[in-house]
């Protein structure tokens, strides 16, 4: 298993035999990056897309909370977001998306080594919301496990198991990211009620066939500084739910909007820089960029910082709203669905959530 460190500017990654604490890297920026162009061990097999099908518009929304649909559309680029039918569960959302991108990916649930569900929104909190997905596909007695870093779930998953799969023993991973975030929403809060919505998306990932294509690098990072600025802050082991809790809303989300925007900018800026530095290359060599879908304008802000035209922008906020860690592989099932990512194009990802959690990935496809 290769790990190295490096400063988003620092340039490429160093090789993997560089220890961590390597007196170029301060601490706080510390980070863990992939393979270097040209020598991509893994790559995604295939992927899929589960949204519920209840669609509920701005316009609905109006009608629960002092909003609009003129505030939300430009403020936010959301027009619309999927809710999850009542009885529909995280595990039942995750596992259609999974099914999907097993059988794009021609694997069989059985051949699976590992399973990874990056979600803060899980069937219940105990057990992890893979089992429940383990066993809806069928897939055996695979490594199972949820990952919490939010948002940025999914890159958090798929740096996981891209590094499980290089350092040998584990071959195909399927790497979910899904959210039900509609029941842990506030919906008389329109600061928070009006930006989420519910969905999966995810990707099996194995070893390359030598071909040059697959994950070139990730990199991850977490500021526990601002774990407060976006928080459920309830129905864990600090205030365990109670009516007191409930009548308060602490068991629902809570979110400081603005911190967390300018933190997006900062950070999903920095990570893309990163992940450009990290293989040699420009935003001007990138050809799609599919990143977590929080908010239009945190994006055209990262265009403008990291040098990424817009239109290299894979965009659907305005169909799904923010679902979360399922942002990022619903963008890209939906991309590949379009017929507009083509064989040897350079995609970066990049997500940002609570914690807060961020990271990129850079994927010669
Ligand atoms: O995925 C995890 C990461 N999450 C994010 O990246 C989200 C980051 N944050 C954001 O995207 C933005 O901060 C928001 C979309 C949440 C809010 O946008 P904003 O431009 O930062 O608005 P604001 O919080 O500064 O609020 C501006 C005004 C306020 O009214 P006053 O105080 O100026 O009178 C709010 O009360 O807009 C008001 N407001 C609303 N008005 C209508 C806030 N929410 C709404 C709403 N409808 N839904």
Redesign the pocket.
């Known amino acids: 298993m290769s790990s190295s460190s490096d400063h988003p500017a620092a340039g490429s990654i160093p090789p993997s035999s560089s220890s961590p604490s390597a007196p170029s890297s301060p601490p706080s920026v510390r980070s863990f990056g992939g393979g270097k162009v040209g020598a991509p061990a893994v790559r995604i097999l295939g992927t899929g897309r589960y949204t519920p099908e209840k669609i509920v518009t701005n316009v609905d929304?109006e009608k629960m909370?002092?909003?609009?649909d003129a505030?939300?559309v430009e403020?936010?680029g959301i027009r619309e977001r999927r809710v999850a039918a009542p009885g529909e569960l995280t595990s039942d959302m995750a596992a259609a998306a999974g099914r999907m991108a097993l059988e794009k990916a021609g694997i069989s649930a059985d051949e699976l080594d590992m399973i990874i569900v990056g979600t803060i929104s899980g069937d219940m909190p105990m057990p992890a919301c893979a089992a429940f997905v383990q066993q809806k596909l069928g897939a055996k007695t695979c490594p199972s496990f949820d990952l919490s870093a939010?948002?940025a779930g999914f890159l958090y998953g798929l740096t996981i198991g891209e590094r499980f799969i290089r350092a040998g023993g584990v071959r195909y991973v399927l790497v979910i990211g899904v959210e039900l975030l509609s029941r842990l929403l506030n919906w008389e809060d329109?600061?928070?009620?009006?930006?989420?919505g519910d969905g999966a998306g995810a990707v099996v990932i194995g070893p390359n066939d030598g071909d040059g294509r697959g994950i070139l690098s990730t990199h991850i990072f977490t500021d526990g500084s601002l774990a407060g600025s976006?928080f459920i802050p309830g129905g864990g082991s600090k205030e365990p739910v109670s009516q007191e809790v409930v009548d308060k809303r602490r068991h629902l989300v809570h979110?400081e909007?603005?911190d967390?925007?300018k933190?997006?900018v900062r950070n999903l800026s920095s990570a893309s820089q990163a992940a450009l530095a990290a293989n040699g290359v420009s935003g001007k060599d990138v050809d799609w960029v599919v990143a977590?879908q929080?908010?239009l304008?945190?994006l055209q802000a990262v265009s403008q910082r990291v040098e990424l035209p817009m239109e290299r922008f894979f965009i659907n906020i305005h169909k799904y709203g923010?679902t979360?860690s399922a942002?990022i592989p619903i963008a890209l099932d939906e991309l590949l669905g379009e017929g507009k990512l083509k064989q040897g194009q350079l995609v970066l990802m990049c997500?940002?959530?609570?914690g807060?959690s961020w990271g990129s990935a850079l994927i010669r496809w």
Do not use: E, P, Y
């Not at 909370?65 to 609009?68: K, P």
């Not at 329109?190 to 989420?196: A, G, N, P, Q």
């Open positions: 929304l909370v002092d909003t609009s505030w939300i403020r936010t939010a948002c329109r600061k928070t009620c009006v930006l989420f976006l979110m909007g603005q967390v925007f933190a997006a977590h929080a908010n304008r945190i923010n979360s942002s997500a940002l959530g609570a807060i």
